[in-house]
């Protein structure tokens, strides 16, 4: 659980199946193996799914590059995440423009895209890969691996200059 010294970092996307678990356990690795203590998780702007695993696709694919998405359950986007995270990254603009309807103005500026911190994809979202086929899975963990290691340099970043300010 969340200290007061760790950073919360929240991902979002709409049912909470597919892209938001994927980037929390991409997530998850890329700062574990940067040694981050983190609080990370994940949840959704709709209730479509609560209680429910990730989306077997999504764990598949997960698997295949290493990662466990088998213990995560989807959850609903609710009023204390915006302030029990110090950052929300929405998976895509209708989720954005969601979160940032319903978010408090002291807390508006923890809301951004994932990919606001992706160094080689072009999308400026992280495309949902439900109703495609199966590429479009493979497609969100290149993303979202781009755009977590991004997310871990600029956490590194700001976790040294806060340590230069001490």
């Known amino acids: 659980m ?3 010294a760790t950073k919360a970092v929240l991902f979002v996307c709409m049912g909470n199946i597919c892209r938001s678990p994927s980037a929390e356990g991409v997530f998850r690795a890329h700062a574990g193996a940067a040694g981050l203590d983190l609080h990370i998780d994940s949840a959704g702007t709709h209730a479509y799914h609560i209680g429910e695993a990730p989306d077997p696709r999504s764990q598949q694919f997960s698997a295949r590059r290493g990662i466990d998405l088998s213990q995560q359950r989807a959850r609903k986007l609710i009023a204390d995440d915006f302030e029990s995270f110090d950052l ?8 954005l423009a969601r979160m940032k309807a319903a978010c408090p103005p002291q807390h ?4 951004k895209l994932m990919m606001d911190y992706a160094n080689h994809s ?14 479009g899975f493979d497609l969100v963990l290149d993303y979202i691996e781009d755009a977590s290691a991004g997310l871990v340099r600029a956490v590194q970043q700001e976790t040294s200059v ?3 300010e001490a």
Request: net charge negative; aromatic share 6%.
């Open 2 to 4: 969340k200290t007061s």
């Open 88 to 95: 929300l990254l929405a998976m895509d603009k209708d989720n």
């Open 108 to 111: 508006q500026h923890k809301l």
């Open 122 to 135: 072009d999308s400026d979202i992280v495309p949902d890969p439900y109703y495609g086929g199966t590429d």
């Open 162 to 164: 806060k340590k230069g």
